[in-house]
């Protein structure tokens, strides 16, 4: 773990512009050297990779996975909905955005399940996620921040950010953000120095065109070197250290080229309005991802856990309020986006710490190398040790190592082996979290929803069968099956649609478990009631 500090500690007293070249570490302690930084450093990487290795449950990474398969078997992108029978046509640009807008992860998802297997999928999962927090420990370290300190910074995010270890083409979009960041500053360091490194006119451009062929969320990057760009406009405009001729000259093409190369996806500009359009759209209310932070975290039963998020991003962005002055425009508007974004939408919260703490620690690694110093490196111990071992107990209680890698107290795998072997007639109407998995399994029997979300009508109507109101849409979409968990989530409540249907006698029980429950139209033909319909009712009301 050879770091970059050493060579910021050789530019500790010089008047260099750049924050991060000031700050450095000058311990006389055993931290210091090279095997100890290792072995902390290999320990919190174990840790970070045990805890990622939770086994797959239920979300998007289903219908992500059906996609690739779908492309691979086809040859091509899918130009209409392949998995529900209730998508309308023609798609808005929504609806098309999701359906092609991730071509490259879907694949790379498919084909590592037909290598792999689903031990393999969480074994991508957890590269992924390591690599991410990896990226940005080097970051910490690159700053000047002792890197025992920056793993101990990297070990506790993990805790908070939980909910975001699923295999999601979205990894791709943290891991890309970061590495833009990154990049530009370096770009930006060497030209400021009169060492232009002419290679990232070629490797931010790469990047780009991967990016935006893996996940929507390139427009991300886009927007990070246009602020970039425009913040050296205004250093020219004001003559404030700005870059030579030459230097801004580079800066303008290495935006423009890298912009336009990412256009070259299978949705092309469409991805750029669609996912703004996306945030103002009806889905924006009803998709729990939309939510501000602070309410999504209520809303799980876990207000805490926002409040602490969200304080970690606004410390550190208040403290830079203290050296506003040395703060660069660029920054300053990077950190409004994503503070803004992150608040606003949980969906935004974890670029939103990572990107903060990245630009905050170029300020502020200084200082509390300093402070930390003067504790003879104690109190630095004592935050690893409580990082790595909250760390390291939770990563060995959820890890999937030893056990199946399937999260098998949500993934409804028995009931929907019922319905592969039985085969009933009719179309299925599901309940919406199994949407993706029963795709996936079921293939190429298309369902009525799943989290993709495509069409606001087909999620009205499952709203209405969601409240027990389900005749009108059972009869136009033409139902012979209904698929649904008896217990509505999160409340524990008998479900208002299996309620009506026992009293339905129109409709039987093909299987049932004690969580789900599958009926099937009788008058339909090749149905048949499998199981006694009144002992069923008599053992969920007794429950």
Same mark, same amino acid.
């Given at each position: ?67 690739? #398969? ?22 808005? /640009? ?21 290598? /792999? ?23 910490? #370290?690159?700053?000047?921040? =002792? ?51 002419? =290679? ?58 890298? /912009? ?14 669609a996912s703004f359009s996306e945030v103002s759209g009806p889905f924006s209310q009803v998709i729990d991802e939309f939510l501000g932070t602070l309410r999504y975290f209520e809303f799980i039963g876990m207000k ?93 209680? #959820? ?75 059972? =009869? ?65 009301? #007794?429950?």
């Amino acid at each position: 773990m050879k770091s970059d500090y050493k060579e910021t500690r050789k530019h500790m007293e010089s008047a260099e512009s750049n924050p991060a070249e000031k700050s450095a570490w000058l311990p006389a302690s055993f931290l210091d050297k090279p095997s100890v930084r290792w072995i902390f450093g290999l320990i919190t990487f174990v840790f970070i990779f045990i805890y990622h290795t939770y086994p797959l449950g239920l979300s998007d990474f289903w219908w992500h996975l059906n996609t690739g #398969r779908w492309i691979w078997v086809n040859g091509g992108m899918p130009s209409g909905d392949p998995f529900l029978f209730s998508s309308a046509s023609p798609l808005d /640009a929504r609806a098309y955005l999701i359906l092609r807008g991730y071509p490259l992860s879907q694949l790379l998802f498919f084909s590592t399940y037909t290598l /792999a297997g689903v031990p393999g999928l969480v074994l991508l999962k957890t590269l992924l996620m390591t690599l991410f927090y990896g990226l940005l420990w080097n970051h910490f #370290r690159r700053s000047g921040l =002792h890197p025992i300190l920056a793993l101990a910074i990297v070990g506790l995010l993990p805790l908070l950010f939980f909910r975001f270890d699923e295999l999601r083409p979205q990894i791709f979009s943290f891991i890309f953000t970061l590495l833009v960041l990154q990049l530009i500053e370096r770009f930006l360091f060497h030209e400021k120095r009169g060492s232009p490194q002419r =290679h990232y006119l070629f490797l931010l451009p790469a990047i780009m065109l991967l990016w935006a062929n893996l996940h929507r969320g390139f427009i991300i990057g886009i927007g990070i070197l246009f602020v970039y760009l425009f913040a050296e406009w205004i250093a020219r405009k004001k003559n404030c250290n700005p870059l030579s001729d030459d230097a801004y000259r580079r800066l303008v093409i290495l935006t423009i080229i890298s /912009a336009a190369i990412s256009l070259v996806n299978p949705v092309g500009v469409t991805a750029t309005w669609a996912s703004f359009s996306e945030v103002s759209g009806p889905f924006s209310q009803v998709i729990d991802e939309f939510l501000g932070t602070l309410r999504y975290f209520e809303f799980i039963g876990m207000k805490q856990v926002g409040y602490w998020i969200v304080a970690i991003a606004a410390v550190p962005a208040i403290a830079l309020l203290f050296k506003w002055r040395q703060v660069s425009l660029a920054h300053w508007l990077v950190l409004t986006a994503f503070l803004g974004a992150g608040i606003m939408s949980f969906r935004f919260s974890l670029l939103m710490v990572t990107v903060v703490l990245a630009v905050a620690c170029i300020y502020l690694a200084r200082d509390l190398n300093r402070w930390l110093d003067g504790t003879k490196g104690m109190v630095m111990i004592l935050l690893w040790c409580l990082s790595v071992g909250l760390l390291a107990n939770s990563a060995l209680s #959820r890890t999937s190592l030893f056990t199946t890698p399937l999260e098998t107290a949500v993934i409804p795998s028995t009931a929907v082996d019922y319905l592969a072997q039985a085969k009933p007639a009719g179309n299925i109407f599901n309940f919406f979290e199994y949407g993706g998995y029963l795709s996936w399994r079921l293939y190429p029997q298309k369902i009525f929803i799943d989290q993709r979300n495509l069409s606001w009508n087909t999620y009205e109507e499952y709203s209405q069968c969601w409240r027990g109101d389900y005749v009108g849409v059972f =009869h136009k979409q033409q139902i012979g099956i209904v698929f649904y968990p008896v217990y509505e989530r999160p409340s524990g409540k008998l479900s208002r649609l299996v309620a009506g249907l026992l009293n339905d006698p129109q409709w039987g029980v093909g299987y049932y478990d004690g969580r789900d429950i599958i009926f099937m139209r009788n008058d339909i033909n090749g149905n048949l009631s499998l199981l006694n319909k009144s002992k069923v009712a008599a053992d969920i009301l #007794r429950q």
